[in-house]
């Protein structure tokens, strides 16, 4: 997992949460109600988009929030997932602006010398991604991969709740 904003490390590595100080490791990563500060360019970025790594990045949230982040010249305000696995189970992604995927962009990414042998994958279980933005998929952004949803919300967000069209079952434009 990597922190695209200074702001938003330094923050995390002088968090007194030990559940936000247990997110500094590198690898399979879980967070228990936490809350990241809002940062510009902050959020999470999970995987590895130029397939440097040889296994997939997991990250997992559990009654967490990740809201009101900005990554103006990016996917993925909130959530930024390529070649990984994120889970959120009862947490919120909410209010987060970005070009594309306001709340969460998802993707296979480029492919790298090696790609790892997974594909993105964003599973989603009574959450809820609600009042994003962005220039495409103003809640999710898919690149590729699949999106799982079960008892989440998603929407309204702006312009539109997911992009390309028809590609999340269950959800709604």
């Keep these: ?5 200074a702001a938003a490390w330094a923050a995390l590595v002088d968090s007194e949460d ?7 490791r590198r ?7 936490g809350e990241l500060p809002a940062a510009p360019g902050s ?6 988009y130029m397939g440097f790594s040889s296994s997939a990045s997991v990250l997992t949230l559990n009654n967490s929030a990740v809201n009101n982040n900005t990554a103006p010249n990016a996917g993925g305000g909130g959530v930024q997932n390529l070649l990984g696995t994120v889970t959120a189970n009862s947490s919120t992604i ?14 296979n990414g480029a492919g790298g010398a090696n790609p790892p042998p997974c594909t993105a994958q964003i599973n989603l279980n009574n959450s809820q991604v609600i009042g ?8 999710i952004f898919t690149n590729g991969g ?7 919300t998603v929407g309204p967000n702006t312009p539109d709740n997911f992009e390309p069209l028809n590609t999340i079952p269950g959800c709604t434009g």
Excluded: C, W, Y
Aim: hydrophobic share 30%; proline share 4%.
């Design 1 to 5: 997992m990597e922190f695209p904003n």
């Design 18 to 24: 030990p559940e936000l100080q247990a997110m500094r």
């Design 27 to 33: 690898g399979a990563e879980t967070a228990h109600s």
């Design 43 to 48: 959020g999470i970025a999970n995987g590895d």
């Design 94 to 107: 909410n209010g987060n602006t970005s070009l594309n995927g306001g709340g969460i962009a998802s993707g």
């Design 132 to 139: 994003n933005s962005a220039a495409h998929g103003g809640g």
């Design 146 to 152: 699949s999106v799982t949803l079960s008892k989440t």
